[in-house]
């Protein structure tokens, strides 16, 4: 093969799906045959073209990546479209919290850190980080799917500081805790709605440090 033709190969691949080049390519193709003569460079500047474009759905074809049958993205956000509703009527402020908590068969769990539950929590929660969920840990941490769970976040609280820095709002550590407390079959579950200090005496925090701004 001689240069120019590696070179109009080459080039041939690299616009491979440009309209523009290949319609030049046709009306030059076409102007040639009409005056009678023969330029081999439109002829085969066309036929590239065309062969690239019968090539490329294959190449599609090859660099397709099976999916994981172990994540489904979509089952989660159809899960969590489907129970908004149901979490705007299971939030409440900070006085029914406590009530509810008062109550001799429920648990306020904790799912933030380990190290962020050790350093300060709301009195009498239980521990169990959001990334350790599973089905086997949530029933020996819960145990009866039916009792009441009350659930909090670090984006329940004004101070933003250690162990209680703010995240995004959307990613927020309560809105995946509650739909996954769901999925796994916890569906008595009570979130703190309120925006609170943990100075408020009313809280009832539990430091294990004297917090200072960072």
């Not at 616009?15 to 040639?32: D, P, V």
């Not at 169990?128 to 009866?144: N, W």
Request: with cysteine; hydrophobic share 45%.
């Amino acid at each position: 093969m001689c240069r120019k033709t590696g070179r109009l190969i080459l080039f041939a691949s690299g616009i491979f799906l440009n309209r523009s080049f290949i319609e030049e390519q046709i009306g030059l193709a076409y102007l040639s045959w009409w005056k009678g003569e023969y330029y081999m460079r439109h002829v085969f500047g066309l036929a590239l073209a065309l062969m690239v474009i019968a090539l490329a759905p294959v190449h599609a074809e090859e660099v397709q990546v099976p999916a994981n049958p172990q994540v489904d993205y979509r089952g989660f956000v159809e899960m969590a479209a489907g129970l908004q509703d149901y979490r705007s009527k299971r939030l409440v402020d900070l006085a029914t919290f406590r009530q509810l908590a008062a109550q001799p068969d429920a648990i306020i769990l904790d799912t933030r850190s380990a190290a962020a539950f050790q350093t300060g929590h709301i009195s009498g929660a239980v521990n169990l980080p959001f990334s350790d969920f599973t089905e086997e840990k949530l029933a020996e941490v819960i145990g009866d799917k039916n009792r009441p769970i009350l659930i909090y976040c670090n984006n329940n609280f004004s101070d933003n500081m250690r162990p209680v820095r703010l995240k995004s709002a959307p990613l927020a550590l309560n809105i995946p805790t509650f739909i996954n407390l769901h999925g796994y079959g916890y569906e008595n579950i009570h979130e703190l709605a309120d925006v609170v200090s943990i100075r408020d005496p009313d809280l009832a925090w539990k430091s294990a440090a004297v917090f200072a701004p960072r």
